[in-house]
């Protein structure tokens, strides 16, 4: 079992910038160098969308399009940390904002428990 710790949301003005991160930790037998990640995030009454991915590895990154140029997802595989730095906040970023570790070896899946964003005035 993997754990997945978000830290890093709060209110921020729009046009402003917050990081994210993602501390992930598991009992025993745990390379998280194994583990492509994604940021996904959930805003009331929508469903949950993935805004940003990073291969395993961490040398391939994909995007949202509502997010491109504004926010860079990156991976410390020596930390077994993810981040996401999100810039040029807008009102519509707001959401609660998940970490999802995928195995690239095989059919699992770990969800974190989420963190707030609100980007208002």
């Known amino acids: 079992q993997v754990q997945l710790v978000e830290s890093g949301g709060g209110l921020v003005q729009p046009g402003g910038s917050l990081r994210l991160s993602c501390a992930a930790s598991a009992a025993s037998g745990f390379t998280f160098r194994n583990y492509a990640m994604s940021w996904y995030r959930q805003a009331p009454g929508k469903e949950r969308e993935l805004v940003a991915s990073?291969?395993?590895?961490?040398?391939?990154?994909n995007y949202a399009d509502s997010v491109k140029g504004r926010f860079t997802i990156s991976k410390d595989n020596a930390k077994n940390t993810v981040y996401l730095q999100m810039n040029s906040l807008k009102p519509e970023d707001t959401a609660v904002y998940y970490c999802?570790?995928?195995?690239?070896?095989?059919?699992?899946?770990?969800w974190g428990q989420g963190t707030q964003v609100t980007v208002s005035s």
């Open positions: 990073i291969t395993a590895a961490g040398g391939g990154t």
């Open positions: 999802n570790a995928n195995y690239r070896l095989g059919p699992l899946s770990y």
